[in-house]
């Protein structure tokens, strides 16, 4: 089944305190990328990466770190989480970023609250 | 980026149709409509696109204007469980990061029983 796995599921945690957020795809895609979603904001785009090795800022990228050195993993990484990073976090992929007619998966969320 | 503006909220009766209008009036040539929904406690969740042409899928019906400045998306039949926000969503290719989606406030539908 083509699916999009985030861990963990939920997740408090206490300011500073380093913490990584895992993603993980199985349909060869090579775009990723990061949302946050948060009450009257919507979703915006954290990180996203073209592929292997290439990645780049979104719209809300301060306070966040992301890796790919896997093209089916793209972990989100807070080095030192605040409360204002307490929020809705969505994983997604889609096959690559020139392709403007296929659709995009995205995981279940992570609930993360910085205490 | 071009801007799609839709209504707060919808009411529909279970087992009715739906329409769920989208106002896209600076859309470009090449940007796709694309509409995603998000049921409570996940995540959004990928409905139908279109470029020019009417679509029809599984789960549902998109409807575009000629002149492609408007869309509608079109559920059927609703059901308890289409009870989600709604969410269209131009893509186009004006940016280097074509891939991002650009969600609005979308439109939250509630199914009556």
């Known amino acids: 089944e083509a699916q999009v796995t985030q861990n963990p599921r939920y997740l408090i945690t206490v300011t500073g305190k380093k913490l990584t957020v895992t993603c993980s795809q199985n349909?060869?895609?090579?775009?990723m990328s990061w949302y946050r979603q948060d009450p009257g904001l919507g979703l915006r785009q954290i990180y996203y990466?073209?592929?292997?090795?290439?990645?780049d800022k979104g719209d809300v990228p301060e306070g966040y770190k992301v890796s790919r050195k896997e093209k089916r993993n793209f972990p989100l990484i807070l080095e030192s989480p605040s409360p204002n990073q307490t929020s809705l976090y969505f994983c997604?992929?889609?096959?690559?970023?020139?392709?403007?007619?296929?659709?995009?998966?995205f995981g279940q969320g992570t609930r993360l609250t910085v205490v | 980026d071009a801007k799609t503006t839709q209504p707060n909220s919808m009411e529909s009766n279970e087992e009715e149709p739906v329409h769920l209008p989208c106002n896209h009036s600076?859309?470009?040539?090449?940007?796709?409509i694309h509409w995603y929904r998000q049921l409570p406690s996940q995540g959004p969740e990928y409905v139908i696109h279109g470029l020019t042409s009417n679509v029809n899928n599984r789960m549902a019906s998109l409807a575009i204007a000629e002149d492609r400045k408007s869309s509608t998306l079109i559920l059927h039949r609703a059901t308890l469980r289409d009870a989600a926000v709604y969410y269209c969503?131009?893509?186009?290719?004006?940016?280097?990061?074509?891939?991002?989606?650009?969600f609005g406030q979308g439109t939250t539908l509630q199914v009556k029983p």
């Open positions: 349909m060869n895609h090579e775009y």
């Open positions: 997604a992929s889609s096959f690559d970023r020139n392709t403007l007619n296929t659709e995009a998966f």
């Open positions: 969503i131009l893509r186009g290719s004006r940016s280097g990061n074509t891939g991002k989606l650009i």
């Open positions: 990466s073209m592929n292997v090795e290439v990645t």
């Open positions: 600076t859309i470009s040539g090449t940007d796709y």
